[in-house]
């Protein structure tokens, strides 16, 4: 899953793990910078912190009928 910081004024100062392996410090810089960060979980007390990116769908516009 993506997930973003919620808001840039209030970064997270636990450090939180977000992957199975182990806690990453690069992912951790990441999230905090603002950016977008495919993670593999998420703990509950991060969710202060964080939301998750969800696709949006984009509409295919339909062509008229008399056009072709």
Partial sequence: MKI???NK???MTTLFCFN???FCQTTFDK???GVQVEVERVPNKAWDYVEEVKKQ???KK???EGDE
Avoid: A, Q, T
């Fill in 57 to 59: 769908i984009k509409k």
């Fill in 4 to 6: 973003k910081l919620k």
């Fill in 31 to 33: 999230i905090n910078s």
């Fill in 20 to 22: 199975r392996l182990g």
């Fill in 9 to 11: 004024d209030n970064p």
């Fill in 62 to 64: 339909n062509k008229k």
